[in-house]
């Protein structure tokens, strides 16, 4: 068995960006003869530069594509045969999973799909004068982490401050940090105050590459421990404190009240304990990946994305019902901001796929459609039904709170889904995005 994935893209006569699109197809399939590379073509254009998913995005929409091909080519069921060529470890370095459940998403999503009722020959099913196509792919991002700092102060009023140099670019970043503490500090999310945006707060990386909740998340926790720690402490050795010489292990910190295990009459508020320290009790936290773990584990979330067309047989109008998608990412901290994340992203997907299309002038070098008008997105009528899911999961090996990004893998797999639910509905193999009507005609 053997697999080669040439990349030829381009870049500027001003400086060389590589989109590692390739790297799908070193860590999705177990295959001893893995031959990768990428090739740079100088041209007089801009710099082109990384945005969402950069690598995955396409690199997926090959592979998949070309594991479809595969699947007809030797009579067998397409998620059958990644099954057979299931990566029970990372192909390249051997290395085993810090976690990985793509097998359960696999089943999950094909069986919320009625993925058993589907005729295999191209251009068996119609609804009307359509013609119905379903087809699958695999969708993966590598998890990322950099190190990242947090402090945690209780304010006089009760109130707990936690900040970090974090950036919301609306992905919930304020909501999941304010979790986080409180969960950790045992305190009213409503008693939480998350700062994040300036360069005086506590350090953190840039929120790029799916790692904002994998970095900060363990960063905001340490610090919290600590001031946990502290407080108790302080409780413990206060002459005015009603915990005085109790011992830590038997202290529990809920609902903003510090209290004696098994007696709850002995208890105080964070806010009494702080104020009556002549500085602010505050715990501050470094928090950066295992380097021991990383050199032993490889780190991936995936996915199983299964998709349905409706192409009209006379006009080639390509329509999408529905998208259902299931994912091993880590732990959940907030599911709602979860599939809201993982919604955003197949819209997206259906957008690289469908609509999304750059037109360079070739006399200049310029793009010729840089404005909405002619740059096509999706609208509301053009996004159907997304069923998204999630498989049980927690990769403490990743980070204490088991927690990988989930921002950009919800792009990748759909191009790939896309192009092989259409050759089931048509019967032609589109190797070239945007699938548009008249590369059916």
């Known amino acids: 068995t053997a697999l080669r994935h040439a990349v030829i893209s381009h870049t500027s006569e001003m400086e060389d960006y590589v989109e590692g699109a390739a790297s799908p ?8 003869n893995a031959d990768t590379h990428h090739r740079l073509a100088t041209l007089t254009v801009g710099v082109p530069t990384f945005q969402r998913a950069p690598g995955e995005a396409t690199g997926t929409f090959a592979i998949e594509s070309a594991m479809d091909e595969l699947a007809y080519a030797l ?15 990372e192909p390249q370095s051997g290395k085993p999973w810090s976690s990985k459940r793509l097998r359960q998403c696999y089943e999950q999503a094909a069986q919320r799909f009625g993925w058993s009722r589907r005729n295999a020959e191209p251009r068996s099913m119609r609804d009307g004068r359509s013609l119905v196509g379903w087809g699958m792919a695999t969708a993966t991002f590598p998890g990322h982490r950099m190190a990242a700092s947090a402090l945690a102060r209780v304010m006089p009023d009760g109130t707990v401050l936690v ?3 974090s950036q919301d670019l609306g992905t919930g970043t304020y909501t999941v940090m304010t979790q986080v503490a409180a969960e950790t500090l045992g305190v009213p999310v409503e008693r939480i105050r998350f700062e994040l945006g300036d360069t005086t707060m506590p350090r953190a990386p840039v929120s790029g590459g799916s790692m904002t909740v994998a970095s900060v998340a363990p960063a905001v926790q340490a610090a919290c421990q600590n001031l946990r720690q502290k407080l108790l402490a302080l409780a413990a050795q206060d002459a005015q404190s009603p915990l005085r010489g109790v011992r830590n292990d038997d202290i529990d910190l809920h609902d903003g009240w510090l209290a004696v295990r098994g007696d709850p009459s002995r208890r105080e508020t964070l806010s009494a304990i702080a104020s009556r320290q002549n500085s602010p009790v505050e715990g501050r936290a470094d928090a950066a990946p295992d380097k021991q773990e990383e050199e032993r584990y490889a780190t991936r979330s995936f996915g199983a994305v299964f998709l349905e067309v409706a192409v009209d047989a006379d006009l080639g109008v390509i329509r999408v019902p529905r998208i259902v998608a299931t994912y091993s990412v880590g732990r959940l901290l907030n599911a709602k901001t979860a599939l809201s994340q ?3 992203g197949i819209v997206w997907g259906l957008s690289q796929a469908m609509f999304e299309e750059s037109l360079l002038d070739q006399r200049y070098g310029r793009f010729a459609n840089s404005n909405l008008a002619e740059y096509h997105v999706p609208v509301n009528a053009d996004v159907q039904v997304i069923d998204v899911t999630f498989v049980d999961e927690n990769d403490t090996i990743f980070n204490p709170l088991g927690a990988r990004g989930i921002g950009e893998i919800g792009i990748t797999g759909v191009a790939g889904a896309l192009a092989n639910a259409v050759y089931h509905a048509t019967g032609k193999r589109v190797r070239e995005l945007p699938i548009t009507l008249d590369k059916l005609l």
């Open 163 to 165: 900040q970090s140099g």
């Open 75 to 89: 009579r067998m069921d397409p998620v059958a045969l990644r099954l057979k060529n299931y990566a029970d470890a």
């Open 342 to 344: 993982l919604q955003g």
């Open 25 to 32: 197809s070193r860590a999705l399939y177990a295959c001893p």
